[in-house]
């Protein structure tokens, strides 16, 4: 096989599919601190608790003998690869967080990053989301990533505004109808 067909990595036991590090626009990681303190949270467990039993485990196997059929040692070497690498992922995201407080628009009528907002679409249909950060938004809570189209279009409105929402299918028109933000 030629050389230009192999991958060269510095991390020989990372996965193809590992999680894409999503950077936003301009380099930064909007995050509320409710976010931010759940991505530390989970960061120091796998460093704390997860990652040393899993190596206790894999050590416990590994001084059992014959490692090429110790299913013990195999998975353990394995999960500590996605440990790792979800460390790595979790400390990148971290590094590049910045942190906001959406209170500090508490009583505004303009959309910012926090912010609830409910719109109402071509077709009359009301729909209510808050911008959160890439990390934390959960579409089944409502939530939204400060980079998705939506968010984009609705950002720096006020109450009363009609904004345009490029869709594939034609431009779309959003009527901004309120604007909340967590109390301080």
């Known amino acids: 096989m030629s050389k230009a067909f192999t991958r060269e990595s510095d991390h020989e036991d990372d996965d193809e599919d590992s999680p894409a590090v999503v950077v936003a626009p301009g380099g930064k990681n909007y995050i509320t601190r409710a976010g931010y303190d759940r991505l530390r949270a989970e960061l120091m467990?796998?460093?704390?608790?997860?990652?040393?039993?899993?190596?206790?485990?894999?050590?416990?196997?590994?001084?059992?003998?014959?490692?090429?059929?110790?299913?013990?040692?195999?998975?353990?070497?394995?999960?500590?690869?996605?440990?790792d690498r979800r460390i790595r992922f979790l400390t990148k995201r971290l590094e590049i967080a910045e942190?906001?407080?959406?209170?500090?628009?508490?009583?505004?009528?303009?959309?910012?990053?926090?912010?609830?907002?409910?719109?109402?679409?071509?077709?009359?249909?009301?729909?209510?989301?808050?911008?959160?950060?890439?990390?934390?938004?959960?579409?089944?809570?409502?939530?939204?990533?400060?980079?998705?189209?939506v968010a984009r279009a609705l950002i720096k409105s006020k109450v009363g505004d009609v904004v345009k929402l490029a869709l594939p299918g034609g431009v779309q028109e959003l009527e901004v109808l309120a604007v909340e933000y967590p109390a301080p």
């Open 45 to 83: 467990q796998l460093i704390d608790e997860e990652r040393p039993r899993i190596v206790d485990v894999v050590h416990w196997a590994a001084s059992n003998g014959d490692r090429s059929e110790n299913g013990d040692y195999l998975y353990g070497k394995k999960r500590l690869r996605e440990i």
């Open 99 to 149: 942190v906001v407080d959406p209170s500090i628009h508490h009583g505004g009528d303009q959309v910012f990053f926090g912010a609830t907002v409910t719109y109402a679409d071509s077709d009359g249909e009301e729909t209510t989301v808050r911008i959160m950060g890439i990390d934390e938004a959960d579409s089944s809570q409502g939530q939204i990533s400060w980079i998705s189209p």
